[in-house]
């Protein structure tokens, strides 16, 4: 049997350089998956509230204070909505629920790279929600 070879004088510092070189990229990929799914959650959570506030809406009562209640576990949250008359089938209900997002790795990645003139990530999410009202 051969014994391994041992690297040179040359390739000791070889691989610490690749790990150096790898690893700010690991770390922005993970944090980027992590932004994105914090991004994701909230504006399902928005969405969800939206629905909330037309399903109560849709039935004549005050949409905003059912997609409040539904949006409060999103820190700034705004709601908007129109109404339904009681015991009219036509038109539709609109709510829409707004939040600020901070996107904790990618904002300041982007803006170092882009050299702070700004980011392309969205700064607000959005959930719409329309029903059609019940009457």
Same mark, same amino acid.
């Given at each position: 049997?051969?014994?391994?070879?041992?690297?040179?004088?040359?390739?000791?510092?070889?691989? @610490?350089?690749? /790990?150096?070189?790898?690893?700010?990229?690991? #770390?922005?990929?993970? $944090?980027?998956?992590?932004?994105?799914?914090?991004? /994701? &959650?909230?504006? #399902? %959570?928005?969405?969800?509230?939206?629905?909330?506030? @037309?399903?109560?809406? *849709? &039935?004549?009562?005050?949409? $905003?204070?059912? @997609?409040?209640?539904?949006?409060?576990?999103? +820190?700034?949250?705004? #709601?908007? %909505?129109?109404?339904?008359?009681?015991?009219? !089938?036509?038109?539709?209900?609109?709510?829409?629920?707004?939040? +600020?997002?901070?996107?904790?790795?990618?904002? +300041?990645? *982007? !803006?170092?790279?882009?050299?702070?003139?700004?980011?392309?990530? +969205?700064? %607000?999410?959005?959930?719409?929600?329309? *029903?059609?009202?019940?009457?």
């Amino acid at each position: 049997m051969h014994a391994a070879k041992r690297p040179t004088r040359r390739e000791h510092g070889a691989s @610490a350089v690749e /790990f150096a070189l790898v690893l700010p990229l690991l #770390v922005l990929l993970i $944090g980027g998956m992590v932004d994105f799914g914090r991004a /994701f &959650y909230t504006e #399902v %959570t928005l969405t969800n509230a939206a629905r909330e506030g @037309a399903r109560s809406a *849709m &039935y004549g009562n005050a949409p $905003g204070d059912r @997609a409040s209640q539904a949006a409060e576990t999103v +820190p700034g949250a705004t #709601v908007s %909505t129109d109404t339904c008359a009681k015991g009219v !089938n036509t038109g539709d209900v609109s709510v829409t629920v707004q939040a +600020p997002f901070q996107w904790v790795i990618l904002g +300041p990645a *982007m !803006n170092l790279i882009t050299l702070g003139s700004g980011s392309a990530l +969205p700064t %607000t999410l959005t959930g719409k929600a329309t *029903m059609q009202c019940g009457g």
